[in-house]
């Protein structure tokens, strides 16, 4: 503790009296308050009685304490101790609101003789029933009392301040009043470290409103939400300890220590983050096929939640481009079953995949009759169901980034391939085989995550990185881009789908694009639609239709890849057997007009374009034959073929990004088995995605107008 904080009593004395005279006469009991609470050993409200401990953590040098009042649940205390760092910085972060995101947090205040007026607007979302602006007006005054830095809250009945009353008629608005604010930040000494402490305490009304009002427990739960958004206050005074805590740091700052210093207590303060990882397979490089168990995902949770991931980021470096390759490919195995299918599909006497998990369908078959009942005919006649809220007992533990990512597996294998050679023609059947390679990888009943706003993920396969954001809410749409050592993959990812009585017919919209390194050739991809039958009842199945498309432009090479190809107008004579599969594939490779790509480059719906085969094309160069669930021919040559060819494993890249799918509260619970954990935070990321929609949707109402 420094010289100057120590004060003699009669000094201590003075200091009150100057602040009671520059107090307003709403602050001085509450000023009564605090100056008493200094008297006190602020560390020794753990054993208060009338206070009860709700939540108590230790991460690394930082203890954080919450407590509510036994008598009062409209009062909470929050209690953190940190190692090395100013009280005036860490008062300052406080005073400025710098622990909430500036897209949530709106602040105006009006500077006063005797302090500032404080209007507050802050998008709090605590539980899925609420999706409000937390609004408070109070009167804020700062000042010093022996060693505490401080500053003082309350509403007061006038305020000046104020938002826009018409935008506050236009948004949902929960205003408070604020009873009682007591932030306070002072500094000790023990075992010749200085320590500073933080407290707060509070007095909080969430809603006034005579005409909506909460309950008092729905106070206090929003109450101890709101004092723990506060544990995101330690990711701004790290200390210097903590940042050294990384490989990349701690590594530079072992070389520095002497040997005596090596010795000492140093170490153990370098290496305390570790034994958070040091057993944990969730810490480890992982992947796509194996989650961690229970414990060690708690761990992870833990981890991230404490904001090691944010430090972790930042401080290691990131090797952005190709590393050495890693030969690990997905195999069938006895427990999981094909590497594939899993134990979920098996082919159908016509072709095509009947879905084999009873326990699922039904639960998806509930879930889909109740959305019928609910939505009654608009639903059965089509509408859109991917932005539809599902309960979680229908999804599978990870987001539509990652299983998007995971469907490329077979590029390490066909597109390296194809960069080696100069054949553009050569080039596009071994593009073809990969599409339709990513297809059979990409069809799980269970249904990912949708990914949220912003959202990202980072992984590789075969020492190639893919990188993926989602930078769409509606429609959603995928960004990805995928770097590999003689070619690029790279493009949107747009998915829609429809819900029918007893069907759901799906579009992938997009366009993936592979640029080869070698000749600069650039291939163009379309999908087709796939359909899911006996979607509320009978037998569940899968099946893709229409067609194919691929082209390249230079040259004017364009592919159809016509699927259920026996039944397809124009093709029966040509193709059709007796005894087929709707599996089957068929199609070519032509040479056609340049206003022919064109043409299918600009339609919005190519699978329904038709190819003249006297008009439009020039040269037929080659012919397709195959079933989408396992293999593809060229001119009888298998380039494809599921039983021979394994993807590569998709590994996790360490140090990701804080926006990583991965540290989703939701996907993190569900892999945990929590269900309805994990329902309660997908509730809140939805509705946070529609309300953040509807503030994008009224800006650009007003932007119009203005224009």
Not at 85 to 104: G, H, V
Not at 114 to 137: D, L, R
Not at 169 to 182: P, R
Not at 672 to 691: D, H, P, V, W
Request: proline letters at 4%.
């Amino acid at each position: 503790m420094a010289k100057k904080d120590i004060l003699s009593p009669s000094k201590i004395i003075d200091q009150k009296k100057r602040i009671l005279q520059s107090l307003n006469l709403e602050m001085i009991s509450i000023f009564g308050e605090f100056s008493e609470i200094v008297e006190k050993n602020i560390l020794e409200f753990e054993n208060d009685p009338n206070w009860d401990l709700k939540i108590r953590e230790e991460f690394s040098n930082k203890s954080f304490l919450i407590f509510l009042n036994k008598k009062n649940i409209n009062k909470g205390r929050f209690l953190m101790i940190f190692e090395d760092k100013r009280p005036d910085e860490i008062l300052d972060l406080f005073s400025d609101q710098a622990i909430w995101d500036k897209s949530l947090y709106r602040k105006q205040q009006k500077e006063t003789k005797k302090a500032k007026e404080i209007h507050i607007q802050e998008i709090y979302k605590p539980c899925e029933s609420m999706n409000k602006y937390k609004e408070i007006t109070y009167l804020r005054y700062h000042n010093k009392l022996k060693n505490h830095h401080f500053f003082l809250g309350k509403t007061i009945e006038n305020p000046s301040v104020h938002f826009d009353e018409k935008k506050l008629k236009e948004e949902q608005i929960m205003k408070g009043t604020l009873n009682k604010l007591m932030v306070s930040v002072s500094s000790y000494l023990q075992n010749q470290k200085i320590y500073s402490v933080v407290f707060l305490e509070i007095e909080i009304l969430f809603n006034n409103s005579t005409e909506n009002p909460i309950s008092k427990e729905l106070n206090s739960v929003l109450l101890l939400k709101y004092l723990e958004n506060f544990k995101a206050f330690h990711y701004f005074v790290v200390p210097t300890s903590i940042l050294l805590k990384t490989p990349f740091i701690q590594n530079k700052a072992l070389e520095s220590l002497s040997k005596s210093e090596k010795d000492s207590e140093s170490i153990e303060k370098y290496e305390q983050i570790q034994i958070i990882k040091k057993d944990s397979p969730a810490f480890s490089k992982g992947n796509a096929e194996t989650y961690p168990n229970l414990v060690d995902l708690e761990h992870f949770f833990k981890y991230f939640h404490n904001g090691y991931h944010v430090l972790d980021c930042i401080l290691n470096y990131h090797e952005l481009g190709l590393i050495e390759d890693c030969d690990d490919k997905i195999e069938t195995n006895a427990i999981q079953g094909h590497f594939a299918y899993k134990k979920d599909y098996a082919r159908g006497k016509k072709g095509g995949l009947n879905y084999l998990n009873s326990e699922l369908m039904v639960e998806q078959k509930r879930v889909i009759l109740s959305l019928l009942k609910q939505a009654g005919s608009n639903l059965i006649h089509g509408r859109g169901v991917i932005n539809i809220s599902l309960p979680v007992g229908v999804f599978e533990p990870r987001s539509f980034l990652e299983r998007l990512a995971r469907s490329f597996g077979h590029a390490p294998i066909f597109l390296e391939k194809a960069g080696t050679t100069n054949n553009i023609i050569e080039q596009m059947k071994l593009t073809i085989a990969f599409f339709l390679s990513s297809m059979v990888l990409c069809i799980q009943q269970e249904k990912p995550f949708n990914p949220i706003l912003g959202e990202t993920f980072q992984g590789r396969m075969n020492g190639c990185p893919i990188y993926m954001e989602q930078i769409k809410h509606h429609p959603p749409t995928t960004y990805y881009h995928m770097m590999g050592k003689n070619y690029r993959l790279y493009g949107s990812h747009e998915p829609v789908a429809n819900l029918g009585a007893n069907t759901c017919v799906a579009e992938q919209k997009g366009s993936p694009l592979v640029e080869f390194l070698n000749n600069k050739s650039k291939i163009y991809f379309r999908w087709p639609l796939f359909i899911i039958n006996g979607t509320a009842m009978g037998q569940r199945s899968f099946n893709f239709f229409t067609k194919a498309i691929a082209y390249e432009k230079e040259n004017n090479y364009l592919c159809e890849v016509l699927f259920n190809v026996n039944e397809v107008g124009g093709f029966k004579g040509l193709f059709q057997k007796k005894d087929y599969f709707i599996d089957e594939i068929g199609g070519g490779i032509y040479k056609v007009k340049p206003d022919v790509i064109n043409r299918y480059e600009t339609a919005k719906k190519p699978f329904k374009l038709e190819l003249n085969y006297e008009n439009d094309v020039v040269e037929t160069i080659s012919k397709i034959k195959g079933e989408w669930t396992s293999n593809v021919e060229f001119d009888g040559i298998k380039y494809w073929d599921i039983e021979k060819d394994r993807p590569f494993l998709l590994e996790y890249e360490p140090n990701c990004l804080p926006s990583d799918c991965n540290f989703r509260d939701d996907v993190l619970f569900l892999r945990m088995g929590k269900k309805e954990e994990a329902q309660l935070k997908k509730n809140e990321g939805e509705n946070s995605q529609r309300y953040d929609k509807k503030l994008r949707d009224n800006y650009k109402k007003k932007a119009q107008k203005k224009t």
